[in-house]
């Protein structure tokens, strides 16, 4: 059975940092590109961040190009996001989601993702 355990949300002051985590439980993780998606209240899920099975290839939202790091771990079957200088519109329920390993023009669309985990809250006070 495959999860997706997200970790690492709460609330913080903006221009703070939050560093989210996500486990998976999904047979050879390495097989997966991992994403980070995110949905704030009243607006549709949007991309924030992918990573290839290797590590080797990361994408970004322009939103958050330059202060979000997208990173994976294979042996510990782990992907992170650490977020930098954050601002009150990243405030969302954050998503980690895995799907077969996929291209750069498929891995911002969550279409593309076959697992996903239950979310984490992150909240950026002004």
């Known amino acids: 059975q495959v999860q997706l355990v997200e970790s690492g949300g709460g609330l913080v002051q903006a221009g703070g940092s939050l560093r989210l985590s996500c486990a998976a439980s999904i047979g050879t993780f390495s097989k997966y590109a991992m994403g980070w998606f995110r949905q704030a209240p009243g607006k549709e899920r949007e991309f924030v961040a992918a990573?290839?099975?290797?590590?080797?290839?990361?994408y970004y939202a322009d939103s958050v190009k330059g202060r979000f790091t997208i990173s994976r771990d294979n042996a510990k079957n782990t992907v992170y996001l650490q977020m930098n200088s954050l601002k009150p519109e990243d405030t969302a329920v954050y998503y980690c989601a895995a799907g077969f390993d996929m291209g750069p023009r498929t891995v911002v669309a969550d279409s593309s993702y076959d697992y996903w985990g239950q979310g984490t809250q992150v909240t950026v006070s002004s």
């Open positions: 990573i290839r099975w290797s590590g080797s290839f990361t």
